[in-house]
């Protein structure tokens, strides 16, 4: 079983939707939680990054933990074609490390 | 600035073949890392380092080797590629910022390098 799971999609919404993207994860010792969007044929880049439980909002994305259930989620309000991209989850237990675990990622295609 | 550059952007190699792929930054970032991407199986760590002249393990390291002499520059190297290598490889750099009390490291991508090898 992979430490991180995700859904690999691909996920086709309209303009405008609310898009939920999530991952699992088996390791309880994580705390730091990330969310990356790479487009096609480019870098992964930093969206969100969250610590522990809870909720963080960062204009049309909101980022949530719940570490109890050990499932993290990205919402994206309003969607958008030019959000058409892969998301990848990525966590790492502590701030100490280096190494964080990145789920395989979900494809995502909003259409105009 | 031009972040976190890659050269080559694609490379076909034949079996046993050796190369080099060269990863540059210009953001002063202590950390480097590379890793390598397949499809259903994510971001995989290869090699990384911490700092100009240290280098460490990751998840992947078998069959790749790597160097930091300058610290905006971070080497890979396949010394006899095989076709299991063929894959995205990307090259990330990263700092460490703090949001609120809580530190974080983020990580910057390269635009990554197509390899094949038959």
């Known amino acids: 079983q992979k430490e991180v799971e995700q859904d690999p999609g691909p996920l086709s919404v309209p303009e405008g939707a609310i898009v939920s993207l999530n991952c699992t994860y088996s390791?309880?010792?994580?705390?730091?939680f990330m969310w990356y969007r790479q487009y096609s044929r480019k870098g992964p880049e930093l969206l969100m990054y969250t610590y522990s439980s809870g909720n963080k909002e960062d204009g049309r994305f909101t980022a949530q933990v719940d570490k109890s259930s050990k499932y993290i989620s990205l919402f994206i309000r309003d969607s958008q074609p030019s959000d058409s991209a892969t998301y990848l989850c990525a966590m790492t237990p502590t701030s100490g490390t280096y190494k964080y675990i990145f789920g395989t990622g979900t494809r995502l295609k909003v259409l105009a | 600035n031009a972040g976190v550059t890659q050269t080559p952007k694609f490379r076909v190699l034949k079996t046993g073949q050796s190369m080099t792929l060269l990863c540059a930054q210009d953001?002063?970032?202590?950390?480097m890392y590379w890793y390598r991407q397949d499809p259903g199986m994510g971001l995989r760590l290869i090699h990384y380092?911490?700092?100009?002249?240290?280098?460490a393990k990751g998840e992947v390291p078998d069959g790749y080797n790597v160097s930091r002499l300058k610290k905006q520059n971070f080497l890979l190297g396949l010394e006899s590629a095989a076709p299991s290598q063929t894959s995205v490889y990307f090259c990330?750099?990263?700092?460490?910022?703090?949001?609120?009390?809580?530190?974080?490291?983020?990580?910057?991508f390269g635009p990554g390098t197509r390899l094949t090898v038959l």
């Open positions: 380092s911490v700092g100009e002249g240290t280098t």
């Open positions: 953001m002063n970032h202590e950390y």
């Open positions: 390791n309880s010792a994580f705390q730091y």
């Open positions: 990330a750099s990263s700092y460490w910022g703090t949001s609120g009390r809580v530190a974080y490291n983020e990580q910057f």
